[in-house]
Protein backbone atom coordinates (compact mmCIF):
# COMPACT_ATOMS: atom_id res chain seq x y z
CA UNK A 1 0.00 0.00 0.00
CA UNK A 2 2.69 2.32 0.52
CA UNK A 3 4.78 2.01 -2.24
CA UNK A 4 1.45 2.31 -4.21
CA UNK A 5 0.62 5.56 -2.43
CA UNK A 6 4.38 6.78 -2.97
CA UNK A 7 3.82 6.12 -6.77
CA UNK A 8 0.61 8.31 -6.96
CA UNK A 9 2.10 11.16 -5.43
CA UNK A 10 4.67 11.12 -8.64
CA UNK A 11 7.92 11.93 -6.92
CA UNK A 12 9.24 12.19 -10.47
CA UNK A 13 7.27 14.67 -11.56
CA UNK A 14 8.27 17.27 -8.68
CA UNK A 15 10.81 18.54 -10.78
CA UNK A 16 8.05 20.60 -12.44
CA UNK A 17 8.39 22.48 -8.86
CA UNK A 18 11.98 24.12 -9.52
CA UNK A 19 9.81 26.82 -11.18
CA UNK A 20 9.26 27.99 -7.51
CA UNK A 21 13.22 28.30 -7.42
CA UNK A 22 13.32 30.17 -10.03
CA UNK A 23 12.72 33.61 -8.59
CA UNK A 24 15.27 33.07 -6.10
CA UNK A 25 18.09 32.20 -8.74
CA UNK A 26 16.87 35.25 -11.45
CA UNK A 27 16.77 37.68 -8.31
CA UNK A 28 20.33 37.06 -7.14
CA UNK A 29 18.68 36.09 -3.60
CA UNK A 30 20.24 32.84 -3.52
CA UNK A 31 23.14 33.71 -1.23
CA UNK A 32 20.93 34.77 1.32
CA UNK A 33 20.00 32.19 3.68
CA UNK A 34 16.24 32.94 4.96
CA UNK A 35 15.77 33.11 1.33
CA UNK A 36 16.49 30.04 0.60
CA UNK A 37 15.35 28.51 3.79
CA UNK A 38 11.43 30.13 2.38
CA UNK A 39 11.89 28.70 -1.21
CA UNK A 40 12.34 25.54 0.02
CA UNK A 41 9.30 25.46 1.88
CA UNK A 42 7.17 26.71 -1.02
CA UNK A 43 8.77 23.71 -3.40
CA UNK A 44 7.66 21.20 -0.27
CA UNK A 45 4.70 22.95 -0.20
CA UNK A 46 4.23 22.61 -3.92
CA UNK A 47 5.22 19.37 -3.94
CA UNK A 48 2.61 18.22 -1.58
CA UNK A 49 -0.09 20.33 -3.51
CA UNK A 50 0.70 18.67 -6.82
CA UNK A 51 0.80 15.12 -5.20
CA UNK A 52 -2.78 15.63 -3.97
CA UNK A 53 -3.92 16.80 -7.32
CA UNK A 54 -2.34 13.69 -8.59
CA UNK A 55 -4.56 11.80 -6.48
CA UNK A 56 -7.67 13.68 -7.67
CA UNK A 57 -7.13 13.00 -10.98
CA UNK A 58 -6.15 9.48 -10.87
CA UNK A 59 -9.54 9.49 -8.77
CA UNK A 60 -11.25 10.89 -11.65
CA UNK A 61 -9.94 9.34 -14.83
CA UNK A 62 -9.46 6.03 -12.90
CA UNK A 63 -11.89 4.48 -15.76
CA UNK A 64 -10.42 6.13 -18.90
CA UNK A 65 -6.65 5.34 -17.15
CA UNK A 66 -7.92 2.12 -17.67
CA UNK A 67 -7.53 2.05 -20.89
CA UNK A 68 -4.08 3.63 -21.63
CA UNK A 69 -1.54 1.67 -22.15
CA UNK A 70 1.00 3.24 -19.61
CA UNK A 71 -1.56 4.77 -17.19
CA UNK A 72 -3.63 1.56 -16.44
CA UNK A 73 -1.03 0.55 -14.28
CA UNK A 74 -1.49 3.43 -12.14
CA UNK A 75 -2.43 2.37 -8.14
CA UNK A 76 -5.90 3.90 -8.00
CA UNK A 77 -6.79 2.42 -11.88
CA UNK A 78 -5.45 -0.83 -11.20
CA UNK A 79 -7.17 -0.87 -8.00
CA UNK A 80 -4.04 -1.24 -5.85
CA UNK A 81 -5.51 1.82 -4.07
CA UNK A 82 -9.31 2.16 -2.68
CA UNK A 83 -11.43 4.72 -3.13
CA UNK A 84 -11.65 5.69 0.46
CA UNK A 85 -7.66 6.00 0.95
CA UNK A 86 -7.32 8.12 -2.18
CA UNK A 87 -9.75 10.75 -0.95
CA UNK A 88 -7.85 10.87 2.56
CA UNK A 89 -4.58 11.38 0.79
CA UNK A 90 -6.34 13.93 -1.27
CA UNK A 91 -7.56 16.12 1.53
CA UNK A 92 -4.36 15.36 3.80
CA UNK A 93 -1.68 16.35 1.61
CA UNK A 94 -3.36 19.30 0.58
CA UNK A 95 -3.89 20.39 3.83
CA UNK A 96 -0.11 19.98 5.12
CA UNK A 97 0.76 21.81 2.44
CA UNK A 98 -1.88 24.78 2.86
CA UNK A 99 -0.23 24.72 6.33
CA UNK A 100 3.14 24.91 5.42
CA UNK A 101 2.70 27.24 3.52
CA UNK A 102 1.13 29.93 5.77
CA UNK A 103 4.18 29.53 7.68
CA UNK A 104 5.70 31.04 5.02
CA UNK A 105 3.39 34.05 4.45
CA UNK A 106 -0.08 34.45 3.16
CA UNK A 107 0.51 35.27 -0.13
CA UNK A 108 1.64 32.09 -0.85
CA UNK A 109 -1.08 30.65 0.52
CA UNK A 110 -3.50 32.18 -1.24
CA UNK A 111 -1.32 31.54 -4.59
CA UNK A 112 -1.14 27.67 -3.42
CA UNK A 113 -4.96 27.89 -2.76
CA UNK A 114 -5.46 29.62 -6.28
CA UNK A 115 -3.43 26.82 -8.16
CA UNK A 116 -5.72 23.85 -6.31
CA UNK A 117 -9.01 25.28 -7.29
CA UNK A 118 -7.92 26.35 -10.84
CA UNK A 119 -6.60 22.21 -10.63
CA UNK A 120 -10.06 21.12 -9.36
CA UNK A 121 -11.67 23.14 -12.08
CA UNK A 122 -9.44 21.63 -14.55
CA UNK A 123 -10.31 18.42 -13.22
CA UNK A 124 -13.46 18.82 -13.01
CA UNK A 125 -14.97 20.99 -16.35
CA UNK A 126 -11.90 23.12 -18.28
CA UNK A 127 -10.19 19.75 -19.30
CA UNK A 128 -12.74 19.33 -21.40
CA UNK A 129 -12.76 23.06 -23.15
CA UNK A 130 -10.87 23.19 -26.18
CA UNK A 131 -7.86 25.78 -25.54
CA UNK A 132 -8.56 25.99 -21.81
CA UNK A 133 -7.25 22.55 -21.00
CA UNK A 134 -3.64 23.75 -22.08
CA UNK A 135 -3.81 27.14 -20.46
CA UNK A 136 -4.70 25.81 -17.01
CA UNK A 137 -1.21 23.41 -17.35
CA UNK A 138 0.45 26.83 -18.33
CA UNK A 139 -1.37 28.79 -15.70
CA UNK A 140 -0.01 26.23 -12.75
CA UNK A 141 3.70 26.62 -13.50
CA UNK A 142 3.00 30.96 -13.00
CA UNK A 143 1.47 30.18 -10.10
CA UNK A 144 4.60 28.43 -9.40
CA UNK A 145 6.66 31.31 -9.74
CA UNK A 146 4.65 33.83 -8.14
CA UNK A 147 4.29 31.56 -5.07
CA UNK A 148 8.31 31.67 -5.02
CA UNK A 149 8.85 35.13 -5.75
CA UNK A 150 6.39 36.28 -3.05
CA UNK A 151 8.00 33.67 -1.16
CA UNK A 152 11.82 35.57 -0.80
CA UNK A 153 9.59 38.79 -0.75
CA UNK A 154 10.14 40.15 -4.26
CA UNK A 155 7.37 41.38 -7.19
CA UNK A 156 7.20 39.11 -9.84
CA UNK A 157 8.62 40.86 -13.21
CA UNK A 158 6.05 40.64 -16.20
CA UNK A 159 9.02 39.03 -18.23
CA UNK A 160 9.38 36.29 -16.11
CA UNK A 161 5.38 35.53 -16.30
CA UNK A 162 4.64 35.88 -19.76
CA UNK A 163 8.07 33.43 -20.30
CA UNK A 164 7.09 31.34 -18.01
CA UNK A 165 3.57 31.09 -19.03
CA UNK A 166 4.64 30.71 -23.07
CA UNK A 167 7.44 28.13 -21.94
CA UNK A 168 4.84 26.02 -20.52
CA UNK A 169 2.25 26.82 -22.67
CA UNK A 170 4.79 25.11 -25.26
CA UNK A 171 5.35 22.10 -23.55
CA UNK A 172 1.90 21.15 -22.73
CA UNK A 173 1.03 21.37 -26.50
CA UNK A 174 3.90 18.88 -27.27
CA UNK A 175 2.36 16.81 -24.74
CA UNK A 176 -1.02 17.26 -26.39
CA UNK A 177 0.86 16.09 -29.68
CA UNK A 178 2.55 13.40 -27.89
CA UNK A 179 -1.40 11.63 -26.91
CA UNK A 180 -2.62 12.32 -30.25
CA UNK A 181 0.20 9.86 -31.97
CA UNK A 182 0.44 7.42 -29.04
CA UNK A 183 -3.26 6.79 -28.38
CA UNK A 184 -4.41 6.96 -32.08
CA UNK A 185 -7.65 5.82 -32.21
CA UNK A 186 -7.69 5.79 -28.75
CA UNK A 187 -7.05 9.11 -27.79
CA UNK A 188 -10.43 10.26 -27.22
CA UNK A 189 -11.94 7.11 -25.11
CA UNK A 190 -8.83 7.86 -22.44
CA UNK A 191 -8.63 12.29 -23.01
CA UNK A 192 -12.31 13.10 -24.48
CA UNK A 193 -10.90 16.71 -25.34
CA UNK A 194 -8.48 15.48 -27.74
CA UNK A 195 -10.94 14.81 -30.14
CA UNK A 196 -10.96 18.89 -30.43
CA UNK A 197 -7.36 18.43 -31.80
CA UNK A 198 -5.10 17.22 -34.47
CA UNK A 199 -1.35 16.86 -35.19
CA UNK A 200 -1.93 19.80 -37.63
CA UNK A 201 -3.91 21.83 -35.79
CA UNK A 202 -0.85 21.19 -32.17
CA UNK A 203 2.15 21.62 -34.75
CA UNK A 204 0.44 25.25 -35.89
CA UNK A 205 -0.14 26.18 -32.61
CA UNK A 206 3.54 25.09 -31.87
CA UNK A 207 4.45 26.79 -34.46
CA UNK A 208 2.99 30.35 -32.83
CA UNK A 209 4.02 29.71 -29.23
CA UNK A 210 7.94 29.00 -30.17
CA UNK A 211 8.96 31.84 -31.32
CA UNK A 212 6.65 34.04 -29.19
CA UNK A 213 8.88 31.83 -26.38
CA UNK A 214 12.24 33.01 -27.67
CA UNK A 215 11.47 36.49 -28.61
CA UNK A 216 9.94 37.01 -24.97
CA UNK A 217 13.34 35.45 -23.26
CA UNK A 218 15.48 37.52 -25.74
CA UNK A 219 13.78 40.85 -25.07
CA UNK A 220 13.59 39.90 -21.01
CA UNK A 221 17.53 39.92 -21.29
CA UNK A 222 17.48 43.39 -23.45
CA UNK A 223 15.31 45.13 -20.90
CA UNK A 224 16.86 47.97 -19.77
CA UNK A 225 15.20 47.67 -16.03
CA UNK A 226 16.75 43.79 -16.41
CA UNK A 227 20.51 44.64 -16.74
CA UNK A 228 20.10 47.56 -14.42
CA UNK A 229 18.75 44.89 -11.74
CA UNK A 230 21.18 42.06 -12.76
CA UNK A 231 23.94 44.88 -12.71
CA UNK A 232 24.54 42.87 -16.23
CA UNK A 233 24.92 43.87 -20.22
CA UNK A 234 25.73 40.56 -20.83
CA UNK A 235 22.56 38.52 -19.89
CA UNK A 236 21.68 38.33 -23.76
CA UNK A 237 24.51 35.63 -24.07
CA UNK A 238 22.44 33.14 -22.08
CA UNK A 239 19.64 32.89 -24.86
CA UNK A 240 22.22 30.70 -27.04
CA UNK A 241 21.40 28.40 -23.85
CA UNK A 242 17.24 28.81 -24.67
CA UNK A 243 17.11 28.74 -28.34
CA UNK A 244 19.31 25.49 -28.22
CA UNK A 245 17.08 23.75 -25.82
CA UNK A 246 14.09 25.17 -27.34
CA UNK A 247 15.18 23.97 -30.58
CA UNK A 248 15.78 20.80 -29.20
CA UNK A 249 13.22 20.06 -27.70
CA UNK A 250 11.11 20.15 -31.46
CA UNK A 251 13.33 17.75 -32.45
CA UNK A 252 12.31 15.22 -29.93
CA UNK A 253 8.62 16.31 -30.18
CA UNK A 254 8.60 16.00 -33.87
CA UNK A 255 11.31 13.49 -35.02
CA UNK A 256 11.33 11.04 -31.86
CA UNK A 257 7.46 11.39 -31.02
CA UNK A 258 8.37 12.19 -27.49
CA UNK A 259 6.74 14.97 -25.37
CA UNK A 260 4.73 13.41 -23.11
CA UNK A 261 6.82 13.44 -20.20
CA UNK A 262 8.89 16.44 -20.30
CA UNK A 263 10.48 15.81 -16.99
CA UNK A 264 11.59 12.61 -18.45
CA UNK A 265 13.10 14.18 -21.35
CA UNK A 266 14.96 16.88 -19.03
CA UNK A 267 16.57 14.07 -17.08
CA UNK A 268 17.28 11.70 -19.63
CA UNK A 269 18.17 13.33 -22.95
CA UNK A 270 22.05 14.28 -22.66
CA UNK A 271 21.84 17.35 -24.77
CA UNK A 272 19.05 19.14 -23.10
CA UNK A 273 20.68 18.24 -19.69
CA UNK A 274 23.64 20.00 -21.58
CA UNK A 275 21.47 23.00 -22.41
CA UNK A 276 20.02 23.41 -19.16
CA UNK A 277 23.28 23.02 -17.15
CA UNK A 278 25.16 25.23 -19.69
CA UNK A 279 21.72 27.89 -18.79
CA UNK A 280 22.13 27.84 -15.07
CA UNK A 281 26.16 27.99 -15.78
CA UNK A 282 26.34 31.14 -18.10
CA UNK A 283 23.68 33.10 -16.22
CA UNK A 284 25.59 32.39 -12.91
CA UNK A 285 28.56 33.59 -14.48
CA UNK A 286 27.38 36.38 -15.75
CA UNK A 287 24.94 37.65 -12.61
CA UNK A 288 26.88 36.37 -9.73
CA UNK A 289 30.62 36.99 -10.68
CA UNK A 290 30.04 40.14 -12.71
CA UNK A 291 30.45 39.02 -16.64
Same mark, same amino acid.
Given at each position: MISSIWRTMRPNNWLK?? !? /????? !? /????????ESVVSSTLVFIAFCLMSSAVYFLNDILDRDRDKIHPEKRTRPIAAGEIGLPVAVV???GLCSTSLALSIYVTPLVTGVLASYALVNVAYSLTLKHVVIADVFCIAIGFVFRVAAGAFAIGVQPTAWIIVATFLLSLFL???KRRNELLVL??????????????????????????TPLTLITYLLYTLDPETTRRMNTDYLYTTGIFVVFGIFRYLYLVHRKNLGGSPTDIVVRDAPMIFAIVGWIAAFSIVVYLGG
Open positions: NV !F /VIAPL !F /VSGSITNYMTVALAGGDSTDHRPILDAYTPQFVDELISVV
